[in-house]
């Protein structure tokens, strides 16, 4: 179609192609979640059904985008890693962290109601994004290191502040003040000695966060079909190539190995989870 002579405004619209050879991580957060999760009564300190639900979407996200290799996700935050090499949109990142941040979004809208059985949607939620390009694979470790050290940190905090307010009857002033300056032992002291919880016993989602990777699905074996003697003796030897007039059956290709993406709630800090994927960070 011949352009108007309004098309020059086009020319005001900047390129903004990320580093090519770069590793991407997409990171989204709920905006205004504090005050969405007390308006939709999420439990305190976690809502296993809000964890959940962001874990629906996470998985809906990556199986439309297969070059999302890796999901890490907490509280109303996630993490998610691209192949080095993906050419998603040209790399440009206006259009990845657009599409990317409202499919995440209409998701979790759509699938609330599976959720929240008796909570209707007050008002719709959002989510900001953004892009972080890394040169390494250490600094993608790293960053997923530190997203789950966060996790412990704010899983701790939060556990045995809402013990002291749920069961030790304080403000949440007071809870404040009591775990103002504590390290990670004092915490844990707290909850032991007055709550009788037992922190390394709390539920991993909770202090790990939720882990989402592709997995490979096994292919059923190859039933094996014995054929009876009298049968066998009748049926004609396959012809070789010379007597098919020299043509060669061409080889099938290689059947690329189905995946199915899972929710695990484990250790992404030493070694053993990226040993275990030697493959993850390399295309």
């Given at each position: 179609?011949?352009?108007?002579r ?33 308006i ?13 639900l ?55 809208v ?73 390290v ?38 190859t ?6 003697k ?54």
């Amino acid at each position: 179609m011949a352009g108007s002579r309004f098309a020059y405004v086009r020319k005001f619209e900047l390129p903004d192609s990320l580093l090519p050879g770069t590793f991407m991580v997409f990171r989204l957060d709920g905006h205004s979640f504090h005050r969405f999760s007390d308006i939709h009564n999420f439990a305190k300190p976690n809502d296993l059904r809000a964890l959940q639900l962001m874990d629906h979407a996470a998985r809906d996200l990556m199986e439309e985008y297969p070059d999302i290799i890796l999901g890490f996700g907490e509280s109303d935050e996630f993490s998610f890693l691209l192949r080095k090499s993906t050419d998603l949109y040209n790399r440009r990142q206006a259009k990845i962290v657009s599409t990317l941040t409202s499919l995440f979004t209409s998701s979790y809208v759509f699938h609330w109601s599976s959720y929240f059985l008796d909570t209707p949607l007050q008002y719709p939620p959002s989510f900001d994004g953004r892009i972080v390009l890394y040169p390494g694979e250490q600094q993608i470790r790293d960053y997923f290191a530190w997203r789950q050290a966060d996790t412990h940190i704010n899983n701790l905090y939060n556990t045995a502040f809402w013990a002291l307010v749920q069961q030790g009857g304080e403000t949440t002033t007071q809870a404040h003040h009591t775990l103002r300056g504590t390290v990670s032992k004092e915490k844990h002291e707290i909850l032991f000695s007055r709550f009788q919880i037992n922190y390394n016993q709390v539920d991993e989602q909770y202090r790990k966060g939720s882990v989402l990777v592709r997995q490979e699905i096994p292919e059923p074996p190859t039933a094996q079909v014995t054929i009876p003697k009298e049968l066998d003796d009748n049926i004609p030897p396959v012809p070789e190539p010379s007597q098919t007039g020299g043509k060669k059956t061409k080889p099938k290709r290689d059947v690329k190995q189905k995946t199915k993406i899972v929710v695990l709630h484990c250790d992404i800090i030493k070694d053993e989870f990226w040993e275990a994927r030697p493959d993850l960070l390399h295309d």
